[in-house]
Protein backbone atom coordinates (compact mmCIF):
# COMPACT_ATOMS: atom_id res chain seq x y z
CA UNK A 1 0.00 0.00 0.00
CA UNK A 2 2.72 2.18 1.18
CA UNK A 3 4.21 1.75 -2.92
CA UNK A 4 0.93 2.91 -4.29
CA UNK A 5 0.82 5.94 -2.22
CA UNK A 6 4.60 6.47 -3.03
CA UNK A 7 3.70 6.52 -6.70
CA UNK A 8 0.72 8.46 -6.53
CA UNK A 9 2.92 11.26 -5.13
CA UNK A 10 5.84 10.99 -7.20
CA UNK A 11 6.56 14.05 -9.36
CA UNK A 12 9.16 11.91 -11.53
CA UNK A 13 6.59 9.68 -12.75
CA UNK A 14 4.39 10.15 -15.63
CA UNK A 15 1.19 8.73 -16.69
CA UNK A 16 0.68 10.17 -20.24
CA UNK A 17 4.47 9.78 -21.33
CA UNK A 18 3.85 6.08 -20.62
CA UNK A 19 0.05 5.88 -22.57
CA UNK A 20 2.00 7.89 -25.53
CA UNK A 21 4.82 5.32 -25.27
CA UNK A 22 2.67 2.13 -25.17
CA UNK A 23 -0.50 2.59 -26.60
CA UNK A 24 1.54 4.53 -29.69
CA UNK A 25 -0.10 7.99 -29.75
CA UNK A 26 0.90 9.45 -33.33
CA UNK A 27 1.05 6.68 -35.10
CA UNK A 28 -1.60 6.42 -38.20
CA UNK A 29 -4.82 4.28 -37.08
CA UNK A 30 -3.94 4.80 -32.94
CA UNK A 31 -5.78 8.42 -33.35
CA UNK A 32 -7.83 7.77 -30.42
CA UNK A 33 -5.07 7.11 -28.32
CA UNK A 34 -3.26 10.46 -29.58
CA UNK A 35 -5.97 12.37 -28.43
CA UNK A 36 -5.91 11.18 -25.00
CA UNK A 37 -2.51 11.67 -24.72
CA UNK A 38 -2.31 15.21 -25.97
CA UNK A 39 -0.55 17.23 -23.89
CA UNK A 40 -3.40 20.26 -24.77
CA UNK A 41 -5.86 17.90 -22.92
CA UNK A 42 -8.53 19.00 -24.95
CA UNK A 43 -10.56 15.38 -24.67
CA UNK A 44 -9.87 15.44 -20.34
CA UNK A 45 -11.23 18.70 -20.21
CA UNK A 46 -13.95 17.90 -21.65
CA UNK A 47 -14.05 14.97 -19.14
CA UNK A 48 -13.70 16.42 -16.56
CA UNK A 49 -15.94 19.26 -17.30
CA UNK A 50 -18.83 18.44 -19.39
CA UNK A 51 -19.32 14.89 -18.32
CA UNK A 52 -20.83 14.58 -14.44
CA UNK A 53 -23.62 16.64 -15.55
CA UNK A 54 -26.96 16.13 -13.64
CA UNK A 55 -29.14 15.95 -16.37
CA UNK A 56 -27.18 13.53 -18.11
CA UNK A 57 -28.75 10.88 -16.11
CA UNK A 58 -32.08 11.37 -17.27
CA UNK A 59 -30.49 11.44 -21.34
CA UNK A 60 -28.55 7.47 -19.98
CA UNK A 61 -32.05 6.36 -18.99
CA UNK A 62 -34.15 7.12 -22.07
CA UNK A 63 -30.89 5.96 -23.99
CA UNK A 64 -31.05 2.55 -21.93
CA UNK A 65 -34.26 2.37 -22.04
CA UNK A 66 -34.21 2.69 -26.02
CA UNK A 67 -31.61 -0.02 -25.91
CA UNK A 68 -33.33 -2.29 -24.30
CA UNK A 69 -36.36 -2.21 -25.78
CA UNK A 70 -34.98 -2.88 -29.26
CA UNK A 71 -32.26 -5.78 -28.04
CA UNK A 72 -34.76 -7.18 -24.92
CA UNK A 73 -38.11 -6.41 -26.56
CA UNK A 74 -41.54 -6.72 -24.15
CA UNK A 75 -41.42 -10.54 -24.13
CA UNK A 76 -42.77 -12.03 -21.22
CA UNK A 77 -41.16 -15.00 -21.42
CA UNK A 78 -37.45 -16.14 -20.81
CA UNK A 79 -35.19 -15.38 -23.89
CA UNK A 80 -31.62 -15.75 -24.55
CA UNK A 81 -29.32 -12.47 -24.76
CA UNK A 82 -26.09 -11.85 -26.55
CA UNK A 83 -25.04 -10.13 -23.62
CA UNK A 84 -21.61 -9.33 -24.69
CA UNK A 85 -23.26 -7.63 -27.57
CA UNK A 86 -25.47 -5.66 -25.77
CA UNK A 87 -23.63 -4.25 -23.33
CA UNK A 88 -21.08 -2.50 -25.44
CA UNK A 89 -24.08 -1.15 -27.85
CA UNK A 90 -25.62 0.18 -24.66
CA UNK A 91 -22.85 2.21 -23.30
CA UNK A 92 -22.29 3.51 -27.01
CA UNK A 93 -25.41 4.97 -26.83
CA UNK A 94 -25.40 6.52 -23.86
CA UNK A 95 -21.79 8.40 -24.94
CA UNK A 96 -23.06 11.68 -26.09
CA UNK A 97 -21.89 11.36 -29.86
CA UNK A 98 -24.64 13.91 -30.77
CA UNK A 99 -27.89 13.14 -32.88
CA UNK A 100 -26.71 12.69 -35.92
CA UNK A 101 -24.77 9.76 -35.04
CA UNK A 102 -26.00 8.63 -31.70
CA UNK A 103 -28.75 6.04 -33.91
CA UNK A 104 -26.19 6.03 -37.26
CA UNK A 105 -25.75 2.07 -37.06
CA UNK A 106 -22.47 2.53 -39.01
CA UNK A 107 -21.00 4.84 -36.38
CA UNK A 108 -22.12 2.66 -33.35
CA UNK A 109 -20.15 -0.33 -35.44
CA UNK A 110 -17.18 1.90 -35.66
CA UNK A 111 -16.77 3.16 -32.41
CA UNK A 112 -16.79 -0.49 -30.84
CA UNK A 113 -15.27 -1.81 -33.33
CA UNK A 114 -12.43 0.73 -33.79
CA UNK A 115 -11.51 0.15 -29.51
CA UNK A 116 -11.22 -3.22 -30.79
CA UNK A 117 -9.07 -2.70 -33.41
CA UNK A 118 -6.75 -0.22 -31.82
CA UNK A 119 -6.05 -3.24 -28.74
CA UNK A 120 -5.52 -5.37 -31.00
CA UNK A 121 -3.06 -3.28 -32.98
CA UNK A 122 -1.15 -2.62 -29.90
CA UNK A 123 -0.48 -5.84 -28.92
CA UNK A 124 0.55 -6.81 -32.58
CA UNK A 125 3.01 -4.00 -32.66
CA UNK A 126 4.19 -4.38 -29.20
CA UNK A 127 5.44 -8.51 -30.67
CA UNK A 128 8.23 -5.99 -32.74
CA UNK A 129 11.46 -4.20 -31.50
CA UNK A 130 10.92 -0.54 -31.03
CA UNK A 131 13.17 -0.05 -33.92
CA UNK A 132 11.23 -1.51 -36.33
CA UNK A 133 7.81 -0.50 -35.71
CA UNK A 134 7.71 3.35 -37.52
CA UNK A 135 7.86 0.97 -40.26
CA UNK A 136 6.54 -2.28 -39.46
CA UNK A 137 2.94 -0.63 -38.46
CA UNK A 138 1.90 0.13 -42.17
CA UNK A 139 2.28 -3.99 -43.11
CA UNK A 140 0.67 -5.02 -39.90
CA UNK A 141 -3.10 -6.59 -40.37
CA UNK A 142 -4.01 -5.34 -37.54
CA UNK A 143 -2.88 -1.78 -37.99
CA UNK A 144 -4.17 -1.43 -41.35
CA UNK A 145 -7.71 -2.54 -39.66
CA UNK A 146 -7.63 0.28 -37.20
CA UNK A 147 -6.29 2.64 -40.07
CA UNK A 148 -9.79 1.80 -41.93
CA UNK A 149 -11.82 2.48 -39.09
CA UNK A 150 -10.45 5.83 -38.87
CA UNK A 151 -11.00 6.70 -42.33
CA UNK A 152 -14.58 5.29 -42.21
CA UNK A 153 -15.22 7.69 -39.31
CA UNK A 154 -13.72 10.72 -40.87
CA UNK A 155 -16.17 9.75 -43.81
CA UNK A 156 -18.84 10.03 -41.56
CA UNK A 157 -18.29 12.49 -39.04
CA UNK A 158 -16.91 15.02 -41.71
CA UNK A 159 -20.89 16.34 -43.13
CA UNK A 160 -21.61 16.64 -39.43
CA UNK A 161 -19.34 19.18 -39.13
CA UNK A 162 -19.50 20.74 -42.19
CA UNK A 163 -23.52 21.32 -41.87
CA UNK A 164 -22.25 22.53 -38.20
CA UNK A 165 -20.24 24.66 -40.21
CA UNK A 166 -22.51 26.18 -42.49
CA UNK A 167 -25.44 26.73 -39.64
CA UNK A 168 -23.37 28.63 -37.47
CA UNK A 169 -22.11 30.64 -40.74
CA UNK A 170 -25.48 31.40 -41.63
CA UNK A 171 -27.16 32.59 -37.91
CA UNK A 172 -23.93 34.50 -37.55
CA UNK A 173 -24.36 36.14 -40.63
CA UNK A 174 -27.85 36.83 -40.30
CA UNK A 175 -27.44 38.40 -36.40
CA UNK A 176 -28.54 35.13 -34.65
CA UNK A 177 -27.12 32.74 -32.16
CA UNK A 178 -26.19 29.19 -33.82
CA UNK A 179 -27.83 26.15 -32.01
CA UNK A 180 -26.00 25.06 -28.93
CA UNK A 181 -25.20 21.45 -29.11
CA UNK A 182 -24.86 19.68 -26.26
CA UNK A 183 -22.97 16.69 -27.42
CA UNK A 184 -18.96 15.73 -27.84
CA UNK A 185 -18.48 17.38 -30.97
CA UNK A 186 -19.32 20.31 -29.57
CA UNK A 187 -17.64 20.19 -26.66
CA UNK A 188 -14.38 19.37 -27.78
CA UNK A 189 -14.67 22.37 -29.95
CA UNK A 190 -15.24 24.32 -27.07
CA UNK A 191 -12.61 23.18 -24.88
CA UNK A 192 -10.38 23.60 -27.98
CA UNK A 193 -10.86 27.39 -28.17
CA UNK A 194 -9.38 27.74 -31.18
CA UNK A 195 -6.47 25.69 -31.00
CA UNK A 196 -6.30 23.50 -34.01
CA UNK A 197 -7.10 19.40 -33.16
CA UNK A 198 -8.44 16.15 -34.46
CA UNK A 199 -12.18 16.13 -33.92
CA UNK A 200 -12.14 12.54 -35.50
CA UNK A 201 -9.44 11.35 -32.98
CA UNK A 202 -11.70 12.99 -30.36
CA UNK A 203 -14.39 11.44 -30.89
CA UNK A 204 -12.68 7.80 -31.26
CA UNK A 205 -10.38 8.57 -28.00
CA UNK A 206 -13.34 9.30 -26.19
CA UNK A 207 -15.25 6.05 -27.33
CA UNK A 208 -11.74 4.04 -26.57
CA UNK A 209 -11.93 5.68 -23.17
CA UNK A 210 -15.70 4.92 -22.10
CA UNK A 211 -16.77 2.02 -24.02
CA UNK A 212 -14.01 -0.92 -22.99
CA UNK A 213 -13.60 -0.39 -19.89
CA UNK A 214 -17.31 0.76 -18.49
CA UNK A 215 -18.73 -1.93 -20.87
CA UNK A 216 -16.29 -4.05 -19.35
CA UNK A 217 -17.71 -3.20 -15.87
CA UNK A 218 -21.03 -3.39 -16.62
CA UNK A 219 -21.19 -6.91 -18.39
CA UNK A 220 -19.29 -8.20 -15.45
CA UNK A 221 -21.65 -6.91 -12.62
CA UNK A 222 -24.36 -8.03 -14.24
CA UNK A 223 -23.27 -11.54 -14.40
CA UNK A 224 -22.35 -10.92 -10.96
CA UNK A 225 -25.73 -10.34 -9.89
CA UNK A 226 -27.37 -13.16 -11.40
CA UNK A 227 -24.65 -15.42 -9.83
CA UNK A 228 -26.20 -14.11 -6.48
CA UNK A 229 -30.13 -13.64 -7.35
CA UNK A 230 -30.24 -13.02 -3.66
CA UNK A 231 -29.45 -9.74 -3.81
CA UNK A 232 -31.87 -8.50 -7.23
CA UNK A 233 -35.05 -7.92 -4.50
CA UNK A 234 -32.89 -5.97 -2.33
CA UNK A 235 -31.34 -3.77 -5.26
CA UNK A 236 -34.97 -3.34 -6.92
CA UNK A 237 -36.12 -2.29 -4.29
CA UNK A 238 -33.54 0.40 -3.08
CA UNK A 239 -33.42 1.62 -7.01
CA UNK A 240 -37.56 1.85 -7.18
CA UNK A 241 -37.34 4.15 -4.10
CA UNK A 242 -34.50 6.12 -4.71
CA UNK A 243 -36.20 6.86 -7.89
CA UNK A 244 -39.33 7.46 -6.94
CA UNK A 245 -38.26 9.90 -4.63
CA UNK A 246 -35.28 12.11 -7.08
CA UNK A 247 -35.93 10.38 -10.47
CA UNK A 248 -32.80 9.82 -12.90
CA UNK A 249 -30.65 12.22 -11.08
CA UNK A 250 -27.15 12.31 -9.31
CA UNK A 251 -28.86 12.61 -5.98
CA UNK A 252 -31.25 9.06 -7.25
CA UNK A 253 -28.29 7.34 -7.94
CA UNK A 254 -26.72 8.30 -4.79
CA UNK A 255 -29.14 6.80 -2.59
CA UNK A 256 -28.65 3.26 -4.68
CA UNK A 257 -25.57 2.33 -2.46
CA UNK A 258 -26.53 -1.54 -2.14
CA UNK A 259 -25.97 -1.16 -6.26
CA UNK A 260 -22.96 0.75 -6.05
CA UNK A 261 -21.04 -1.48 -3.81
CA UNK A 262 -21.96 -4.38 -6.28
CA UNK A 263 -20.38 -3.21 -8.45
CA UNK A 264 -17.56 -1.84 -6.96
CA UNK A 265 -17.33 -5.21 -5.68
CA UNK A 266 -17.10 -6.68 -9.25
CA UNK A 267 -14.64 -4.24 -10.11
CA UNK A 268 -12.07 -5.27 -7.14
CA UNK A 269 -12.48 -8.70 -8.54
CA UNK A 270 -12.48 -8.23 -12.53
CA UNK A 271 -10.29 -5.00 -12.49
CA UNK A 272 -9.37 -5.54 -16.23
CA UNK A 273 -5.80 -5.58 -15.57
CA UNK A 274 -3.35 -6.82 -12.84
CA UNK A 275 -1.56 -3.95 -12.49
CA UNK A 276 -2.28 -0.43 -12.12
CA UNK A 277 -0.82 3.01 -11.87
CA UNK A 278 1.16 2.64 -14.59
CA UNK A 279 3.94 5.50 -15.16
CA UNK A 280 7.14 6.48 -17.02
CA UNK A 281 10.01 8.02 -15.26
CA UNK A 282 10.50 11.34 -17.13
CA UNK A 283 13.95 11.32 -15.13
CA UNK A 284 16.31 9.05 -12.87
CA UNK A 285 14.29 9.01 -9.12
CA UNK A 286 14.99 6.45 -6.11
CA UNK A 287 12.37 4.24 -4.85
CA UNK A 288 11.78 3.77 -1.34
CA UNK A 289 14.05 1.01 -0.36
CA UNK A 290 16.69 3.03 -2.25
CA UNK A 291 16.78 0.96 -5.76
CA UNK A 292 16.76 3.69 -8.95
CA UNK A 293 14.47 3.80 -11.48
CA UNK A 294 16.71 5.27 -14.61
CA UNK A 295 14.57 7.39 -17.11
CA UNK A 296 12.52 5.74 -19.43
CA UNK A 297 12.02 2.82 -17.15
CA UNK A 298 7.88 1.93 -16.99
CA UNK A 299 6.65 0.87 -13.74
CA UNK A 300 3.26 -0.14 -12.80
CA UNK A 301 1.64 -1.44 -9.20
CA UNK A 302 0.41 -4.99 -8.92
CA UNK A 303 -3.70 -5.10 -7.71
CA UNK A 304 -2.91 -7.78 -5.80
CA UNK A 305 -4.00 -5.90 -2.70
CA UNK A 306 -7.62 -6.18 -3.90
CA UNK A 307 -7.90 -10.20 -2.97
CA UNK A 308 -5.35 -9.52 -0.08
CA UNK A 309 -6.59 -10.81 3.29
CA UNK A 310 -4.72 -8.07 4.97
CA UNK A 311 -7.42 -5.30 3.04
CA UNK A 312 -10.64 -7.30 2.71
CA UNK A 313 -12.39 -10.25 4.73
CA UNK A 314 -12.68 -13.67 2.71
CA UNK A 315 -11.02 -11.72 -0.23
CA UNK A 316 -12.01 -14.05 -3.37
CA UNK A 317 -15.18 -14.12 -2.54
CA UNK A 318 -17.97 -11.96 -4.35
CA UNK A 319 -20.16 -10.13 -1.17
CA UNK A 320 -21.75 -8.01 -3.30
CA UNK A 321 -22.74 -5.55 0.01
CA UNK A 322 -19.62 -5.61 1.09
CA UNK A 323 -18.92 -1.91 0.41
CA UNK A 324 -22.57 -0.86 1.57
CA UNK A 325 -21.42 -2.22 4.89
CA UNK A 326 -18.11 -0.42 5.08
CA UNK A 327 -19.71 2.72 4.11
CA UNK A 328 -22.17 2.38 6.82
CA UNK A 329 -19.70 1.81 9.30
CA UNK A 330 -18.39 5.18 8.89
CA UNK A 331 -15.07 6.81 9.34
CA UNK A 332 -12.85 7.04 6.43
CA UNK A 333 -15.20 4.45 4.48
CA UNK A 334 -17.90 6.74 4.55
CA UNK A 335 -16.54 8.28 1.61
CA UNK A 336 -13.89 5.51 0.45
CA UNK A 337 -15.88 2.90 0.34
CA UNK A 338 -18.09 4.33 -2.86
CA UNK A 339 -17.32 3.41 -6.44
CA UNK A 340 -16.08 6.85 -7.82
CA UNK A 341 -13.42 6.48 -4.80
CA UNK A 342 -9.70 5.78 -4.84
CA UNK A 343 -7.32 4.09 -2.19
CA UNK A 344 -4.33 2.03 -1.62
CA UNK A 345 -6.71 -1.21 -1.06
CA UNK A 346 -8.85 -0.26 -4.32
CA UNK A 347 -7.25 1.91 -7.00
CA UNK A 348 -8.71 0.49 -9.78
CA UNK A 349 -9.52 4.38 -11.54
CA UNK A 350 -6.05 4.99 -10.41
CA UNK A 351 -5.07 7.71 -7.62
CA UNK A 352 -3.12 11.24 -7.68
CA UNK A 353 -3.06 13.89 -10.44
CA UNK A 354 -3.53 10.87 -13.04
CA UNK A 355 -6.99 9.69 -11.76
CA UNK A 356 -9.85 8.58 -14.03
CA UNK A 357 -11.24 11.96 -14.96
CA UNK A 358 -14.22 9.93 -16.38
CA UNK A 359 -15.37 7.94 -13.18
CA UNK A 360 -18.30 9.93 -12.18
CA UNK A 361 -19.78 9.65 -16.18
CA UNK A 362 -18.87 6.10 -16.04
CA UNK A 363 -20.08 5.10 -12.51
CA UNK A 364 -23.56 6.90 -13.88
CA UNK A 365 -23.61 5.08 -16.83
CA UNK A 366 -23.18 1.51 -15.29
CA UNK A 367 -25.83 2.15 -12.25
CA UNK A 368 -28.57 3.80 -14.74
CA UNK A 369 -28.01 0.53 -17.16
CA UNK A 370 -28.21 -2.02 -13.98
CA UNK A 371 -31.17 -0.07 -12.74
CA UNK A 372 -33.02 0.03 -15.46
CA UNK A 373 -32.60 -3.89 -16.40
CA UNK A 374 -33.41 -5.10 -12.51
CA UNK A 375 -36.56 -2.32 -12.95
CA UNK A 376 -38.10 -3.75 -16.04
CA UNK A 377 -36.44 -7.05 -16.46
CA UNK A 378 -36.54 -10.42 -14.32
CA UNK A 379 -32.67 -11.72 -15.41
CA UNK A 380 -31.00 -15.26 -14.75
CA UNK A 381 -27.80 -17.08 -15.85
CA UNK A 382 -28.57 -20.22 -18.22
CA UNK A 383 -28.81 -23.28 -16.44
CA UNK A 384 -25.47 -25.35 -16.39
CA UNK A 385 -23.39 -21.67 -17.24
CA UNK A 386 -20.80 -20.71 -14.99
CA UNK A 387 -19.29 -17.43 -15.30
CA UNK A 388 -15.69 -16.99 -16.21
CA UNK A 389 -12.80 -14.85 -16.52
CA UNK A 390 -10.11 -14.67 -19.02
CA UNK A 391 -6.70 -13.47 -18.51
CA UNK A 392 -4.41 -12.47 -21.03
CA UNK A 393 -0.90 -11.02 -19.75
CA UNK A 394 -1.84 -8.44 -17.66
CA UNK A 395 -5.67 -7.96 -19.42
CA UNK A 396 -8.32 -9.69 -17.07
CA UNK A 397 -11.26 -9.81 -18.80
CA UNK A 398 -14.94 -10.51 -18.31
CA UNK A 399 -16.46 -13.86 -20.28
CA UNK A 400 -16.88 -13.36 -23.57
CA UNK A 401 -19.41 -15.22 -24.14
CA UNK A 402 -22.08 -15.15 -21.35
CA UNK A 403 -25.22 -16.86 -21.53
CA UNK A 404 -27.72 -14.17 -19.74
CA UNK A 405 -31.28 -14.82 -20.09
CA UNK A 406 -34.03 -11.89 -19.47
CA UNK A 407 -38.24 -11.95 -19.62
CA UNK A 408 -39.66 -8.36 -18.95
CA UNK A 409 -41.29 -8.39 -15.66
CA UNK A 410 -45.13 -9.16 -14.80
Avoid at 104 to 117: G, H
Avoid at 158 to 174: F, I, N, T
Avoid at 318 to 339: C, I, K, V
Wanted: glycine content about 6%; hydrophobic content about 45%; aromatic content about 10%.
Amino acid sequence: MELSDWVKKCPDLDHQSYTAEAYFAGYPGFEGETAVADPNGILISVVKNKLSQNSQNQIFYDMISEGLQEAWTENPDWHDTNWAQDVVRFIGLMSFAGPELAHNAEWQRITTTYTLSMFQAVKALRNWPAWSRSLVHWFLPECRASRQEVSSARRLLAPVLERRARAAGKAAAEGGQPTKHEDTIAWMDEAAKGRPYDPVAGQLGMAMAAIMTTSQLLQQALLDICSHPELIAALRAEASAAVGAHGWTTAGLFNMQRLDSCVKESQRLNSLSAVNLERKAVRDVALPDGRVLRRGTNVAVSQAMMRSPAAYADPDAYDGLRFYRLRQSGGRWASAAALVSTSAEHFVFGMGKAICPGRFFAANEVKVALAVILLRYDVRLKEGYEPRMVEYGFDVMADPAPKVEVRLRR
